[in-house]
């Protein structure tokens, strides 16, 4: 699977809102500056994900964004749902002539499957604490960019 500038983006951003201390708020400029992506772009991305109820946007001179729930209940698939991510399997296979075509078809949309529930299974949390071990690792002086 290959996630598309959207996608990764969208998790650079939860990430970076994950990292930042609670209850603060973060900038579109912020978050943009950090991770090295384009503030318009983003902010597209965080009014999508802001609908689909991951992050809440405070207004104001000292307003931003900040997660909406606990990290630990967001998940990677919801935040790729968020802004339109799809894992698509192989259409309908109507033409299964041979045995070893069913089987082939059967094969992909069963790991279509697993991928979608691995998706769901890894938490922005999980995300997280990854991160903060690489910074760990990289030293006291380690900015985390995704």
Known sequence: MKLTTR?????????DLS??????????????D?????????EKLLIELRRAGLVE?????HGGYR??????????????AAVGETVQPLGDYQAANQAEDW??????????QKLKEALYSISLEDLYFDA????AAQGEDASFIV
Do not use: D, N
């Not at 946007?57 to 001179?61: L, T």
């Open 7 to 15: 996608g990764h983006y969208s998790v650079k951003a939860l990430l």
């Open 19 to 32: 990292l930042q201390p609670a209850p603060g708020l973060a900038s579109v400029s912020a978050i943009a």
């Open 34 to 42: 950090r991770q090295a992506l384009p503030a318009a772009y983003l």
């Open 57 to 61: 946007a405070v207004r104001g001179a």
């Open 67 to 80: 997660l909406a729930r606990p990290a630990a209940e967001i998940s990677l698939g919801q935040i790729l």
């Open 103 to 112: 089987v082939t078809f059967s094969l992909w949309q069963r790991l279509h």
């Open 132 to 135: 903060r071990s690489w910074q």
